[in-house]
């Protein structure tokens, strides 16, 4: 699983920048994450090559104001089904941007 994400220039520990998530998720799920940092001039330009060249990450942290930009280019999923499959699902945990 490949995961983007756009930081600063700043040296971080991607252990804290993350709080340990992607250690727990490779744990909890037997996918092994590989976290990428790209710095926020150039995310969006990679992202939108990615998903052209037929390889977009699996995951990217960006802006909410963009979400309405990937979707036509393809590079979102429709996570309806996977939401629906889950009972305990609630949509106030998630940016209203993301839902729409």
């Known amino acids: 699983m490949v995961v983007a994400e756009a930081l ?11 709080g ?7 744990a909890e799920t037997g996918f ?6 790209i710095p926020w001039g150039d995310i969006r330009t990679k992202v939108v090559a990615a998903t052209a060249a037929g390889n977009p990450p699996d995951v990217y942290r960006g802006w909410a104001w963009i979400v309405g930009d990937d979707a036509p280019i393809g590079a979102l999923t ?3 089904p996977y939401v629906d499959a889950r009972p305990d699902a609630n949509l106030d ?3 209203p941007a993301t839902l729409e």
């Open 32 to 37: 092994v994450v590989n976290h990428i940092v």
């Open 8 to 18: 600063s220039q700043a040296r971080v520990p991607v252990k804290w920048a993350r």
């Open 78 to 80: 429709d996570l309806t």
């Open 20 to 26: 340990g998530a992607i250690e727990r998720f490779d």
């Open 93 to 95: 945990d998630y940016w």
